[in-house]
Each structure stands twice: as structure tokens, then as C-alpha cells.
């Protein structure tokens, strides 16, 4: 069982940047895959990025690519997601998600049946 509490959202105007965390309790935490999702008024959730065990392979969302960075401290039980040159349209509840599935399968990171525990999400308002 893991618990996920994200912190770091806010407003910002477009083109300015902001840094999630997402704090993780237990000990196995260098044992899930970490995963970043957004939901979006009226819309699925849908998947941003997400990284392996131990930090050396990361992908994507299309959308975001070139702009938002996920990293994790496996010291500090904490995954992070930098987003710079924000847009309008990243605006949304933003949820951090941990997935005991074998690293291998990297092809299915970016499903959110993947993954087994989620957080309660934060709020990122970037303004036009």
C-alpha cells in the first residue's frame, strides 16, 4: 500500500513555469513506475509522463514533450514533474500515480489501468 500526496500547483500565466512534487509513504517506493496524469474540465484523464524505477527511462505525452520534465529522489520517496513554457490549454487537475508493473512493459505507461494507486491531484490554472 502507498499513499501519494502532490503539492506545487497553482497559477501561472502562460509561458511561466511551476514544479509539482508528489510525496510517497512506505518503503518500496524505489519499486513502482511513477506516472503523471491531467484531467481537464470536461474531459478524460489523460497521461503525461512517467518514469522507471530507478529514473533512467522517462516518456512522454506527445503534447508535452520538449516542455515538462519528470524526474524522482528515490531518497525522498518523492517524484517530480518541472513544467515550463506552460499553455492555456495544461490546465487541469493533475494526478500522480504509482504502478507496481514489471518495467519492461514501458509500452503500457501510458494507460491509467497501469497503474495502482493514485493521489488527489492539484490544480495547475495557466492564464492566456
Known amino acids: 500500500q502507498v499513499q501519494l500526496v502532490e503539492s506545487g500547483g497553482g497559477l501561472v500565466q502562460a509561458g511561466g513555469s511551476l514544479r509539482l512534487s508528489c510525496a510517497a509513504s512506505?518503503?518500496?517506493?524505489?519499486?513502482?513506475?511513477m506516472g503523471w496524469f491531467r484531467q481537464a474540465p470536461g474531459k478524460e484523464r489523460e497521461f503525461v509522463a512517467a518514469i522507471s524505477y530507478s529514473g533512467d527511462t522517462t516518456t512522454y505525452a506527445d503534447s508535452v514533450k520538449g516542455r515538462f520534465t519528470i524526474s524522482r529522489d528515490n531518497a525522498k520517496n518523492t517524484v517530480y514533474l518541472q513544467m515550463n513554457s506552460l499553455k492555456p490549454e495544461d490546465t487541469a487537475v493533475y494526478y500522480c500515480?504509482?504502478?507496481?508493473?514489471?518495467?519492461?512493459?514501458?509500452?503500457?505507461?501510458?494507460?491509467?489501468?497501469?497503474?495502482?494507486?493514485w493521489g488527489q491531484g492539484t490544480q495547475v490554472t495557466s492564464s492566456s
Open positions: 500515480a504509482a504502478s507496481t508493473m514489471d518495467v519492461s512493459y514501458s509500452s503500457r505507461w501510458r494507460f491509467l489501468s497501469s497503474y495502482d494507486y
Open positions: 512506505g518503503r518500496t517506493f524505489r519499486r513502482y513506475i
